[in-house]
Structures are given as C-alpha cells and as structure tokens.
C-alpha cells in the first residue's frame, strides 16, 4: 500500500481519536453542575466541614460556591431573590417563621444538625448560684433568641408561654427571680460575658474565642421535643426536586462529613439526618 495512503489512514484515524475523547471530556464537562450555598459566617472547623462537603461534591459532578453571611435574615433573603441556590444555616420553627413572614415557598430538603444548648457564666459555677436580678445575655436574632428563651426556661430559670413554638421576651410568663435581658449581636454574646451573669453562646464562638463548649454550666439534653431545633438544607419550592440539589444533600450527609461533626468540629453538634451513624 502507499505510503501515502497509510500515512493518511493513520493521519485520519487520529483525529477521530482525538475527537471522540474531546467530544466525551466536553460532555462530561458539561455536566458538571454548580450550586451557591449560603451559610452563616463561622471558624475554622466549620471551614473544614464545608470542603469535606465540597470534596464529596466533587466527585458526584457538583461544583459548590459557598458564600457566607453575618445577619440570620440575609440567607433566605437572598435565596427569594435568587442570589443563592440554596442555604445551610435556619432549623424548622425559623424557616417556618419567615414562611409565614415574607410569604415565601422556602422548604426543607434535607435535616444537617442539631446542637444542645448550653449556658455560660464567668461568675458563676452553678446555674443555682445565678442571683436574683442577674443579667442575662441574649441574642438580638430571632433564629436563636427562641431557642436560648426554652433553653433558660429547661434550665428552670424562667417559664414561657406554651402557645408559642419560638418565644420572644414577651412570651416570658413567669420571671421568679425577676432576671434582666440585654440583647446583643448573636458574635457579641461570647465577648460580653464577663459583664454579664449568664449567656447562651453557639458553640463556634465558644470555641472561635479559644473556650471549650465543656466550660458550661448548664447543657439541656437533646431530645424528640425539640425537633423543631433541627437544622436544615433548604431551597426553593422550584428547585427542591432538582438533580443539584439531590446532589448536595447526599454530599452533606455523608458518614465522612458525620465523622467531622461529631468527632472533629468540637462544637457539641451532632449529625441527625436519617442514616447519620450514632454517636457513641
């Protein structure tokens, strides 16, 4: 056969070669998807938690942007104007709240965690020595005022009224050792402390201000009552079925990403989705 030919043969079968393999590496390019995040601004673990996630991400075909926020209001704000895809940071009575609120179709797609409430004091030792009069620190956020509300009352500190799922001080129906309430900044509570007698503080800035979640004075059991606590992924009520979505719930739920959550976040949170491992 001509060299000619032979030459041409082989020139031609090459760039069928290399068409097919660019052909398929476009395609599987081009399903790649990408998915903005928005989560409340954090410390280093909750960093690392979240490129655990990314990793897991990765490998089914998802791109995640993580984009962080400092105000509990701007995260579903900004998943409604369609800024972000989806939001990591609310459990079930807030996003309930702000449903009802802002008239918004944002649903839960998958349960992340849930944490115990715990009580810090730097004057006292016992919640049994918090003195009549004392301050409280409280956040000026909602999403955690609630909380921190049936957490002091579970501390038998005060009593609320049981025909409100997420309390505000006007829910507080008995006040026996009539205990005064400044509200802050939800990142101002860890630093207020030695102004105050007792403080509810999110264990990332325990533990961002180099305190260990142990130094508690008081932790509330966890328990079924307070489902209502759960932390959630959530979106929109038009992209909950997509495959994007599937995609980060099933890389947030991940045994590794349990592991981390656990074991390694030092923050006390505990994975709670179905099929989470049990901690032992």
Do not use: C
């Amino acid at each position: 056969m001509n060299n000619k030919i032979v030459t041409g043969i082989i020139a031609a079968i090459a760039l069928i070669v290399v068409g097919y393999f660019s052909f398929f590496q476009h395609s599987a390019q081009s399903k790649t998807e990408t998915l903005t995040v928005g989560i409340m601004a954090g410390d280093k673990k909750t960093d690392e938690q979240w490129k655990l996630i990314k990793a897991n991400a990765k490998k089914e075909g998802l791109d995640l942007k993580i984009k962080t926020f400092t105000d509990y209001n701007q995260p579903n704000a900004a998943l409604s104007s369609g800024d972000i895809d989806a939001n990591a940071f609310q459990h079930y009575i807030f996003l309930n709240d702000w449903n009802k609120a802002h008239k918004t179709n944002i649903v839960p797609v998958g349960e992340t965690i849930m944490v115990a409430g715990r009580l810090y004091s730097d004057k006292h030792k016992s919640i049994k020595d918090i003195p009549q009069n004392g301050t409280v620190a409280i956040s000026n956020a909602k999403i955690t005022q609630g909380r921190t509300l049936l957490l002091l009352q579970a501390a038998g500190l005060i009593k609320v009224s049981d025909k409100v799922s997420d309390p505000t001080l006007k829910d507080i129906t008995e006040n026996k050792k009539n205990l005064q309430f400044k509200e802050v900044g939800t990142d101002q509570l860890v630093r207020v402390l030695p102004e105050v007698d007792l403080a509810s503080v999110d264990p990332s800035f325990i533990v961002g201000a180099g305190r260990s979640i142990n130094s508690a004075i008081y932790v509330r059991p966890l328990d079924k009552s307070q489902h209502g606590a759960v932390n959630i992924i959530a979106t929109t009520k038009s992209k909950k079925n997509s495959s994007a979505i599937k995609k980060l719930v099933k890389a947030y739920q991940s045994k590794n990403v349990a592991d981390f959550i656990d074991y390694k976040s030092g923050t006390g949170e505990i994975a709670v989705w179905k099929g989470a491992p049990t901690v032992k």
